[in-house]
């Protein structure tokens, strides 16, 4: 069964970069759509971008200035960059992974999230 | 952008009753691409429904989805005590993708 696994620092100062990786296990990682979602303490969730099967990229505009998201085909892994963080960036951060091959489909695998914050 | 939104906010219910959770959204949203996820304190979001009304495998059949356009709705026909959580719905017809600001199902 697909397992996902995320990891990254914790705890940023502001103007740092936050990265996190998402590593899959126990299935396929070619042709699925895969993304980050994030969640500030006490709110909803917040799409912040995908990386498909061809390796092509798309963000949410609201962040897309700061964002960025890749792939490690070699080693079974996505990678999440943002930038410039602010304390509004304190957040869950989960990886997920579309539903079934090829289609922008809905989120069906989910990693278990990282907590991040942004603090002085 | 399409923005969902989610009623109501708070629905308090006891065990054994029917919820229905209603998702609107500013734009109708193509081939019903709509999903629902559930997320309990601490954990992460699980996935329940697609294309608005396909359960996802392993989805007890007391959940369903219904509609289409920019009006859809998840019933959960007899709650159980694990089924208190919050619901949220999201669409992926179009980018981005975007959430509803979540339902909370509470025990009365």
């Known amino acids: 069964q697909v397992r996902l696994q995320q990891w990254g620092a914790g705890l940023l100062k502001p103007s740092e970069t936050l990265s996190l990786t998402c590593a899959v296990y126990g299935g396929s990682f070619s042709g699925y759509y895969w993304s980050w979602i994030r969640q500030p303490p006490g709110k909803g969730l917040e799409w912040i971008g995908e990386?498909?099967?061809?390796?092509?990229?798309n963000y949410n505009p609201s962040l897309k200035s700061r964002v960025t998201i890749s792939v490690d085909m070699s080693e079974n892994q996505f990678s999440l960059q943002l930038s410039s963080v602010t304390a509004a960036d304190t957040a869950v951060y989960y990886c997920a992974r579309g539903l079934v091959t090829m289609v922008r489909g809905p989120m069906g695998v989910w990693g278990k999230g990282t907590t991040v914050t942004v603090s002085s | 952008e399409t923005v969902l939104t989610q009623s109501p906010g708070t629905l308090s219910l006891s065990p054994g009753e029917r919820a229905t959770l209603s998702c609107r959204a500013s734009?109708?949203?193509?081939?019903?691409?709509l999903a629902w996820y559930q997320q309990k304190p601490g954990q992460a979001p699980r996935f329940l429904i697609y294309g608005a009304s396909s359960r996802a495998a392993g989805i007890p059949d007391r959940f369903s989805g219904s509609g289409s356009g920019t009006d859809f709705t998840l019933t959960i026909s007899k709650l159980e005590a694990e089924d208190f959580a919050v619901y949220y719905c999201?669409?992926?017809?179009?980018?981005?993708?975007?959430f509803g600001q979540g339902t909370k199902v509470e025990i009365k």
């Open positions: 999201q669409q992926y017809g179009s980018s981005p993708r975007t």
């Open positions: 990386v498909n099967h061809g390796g092509g990229t």
């Open positions: 734009q109708s949203i193509s081939s019903s691409y």
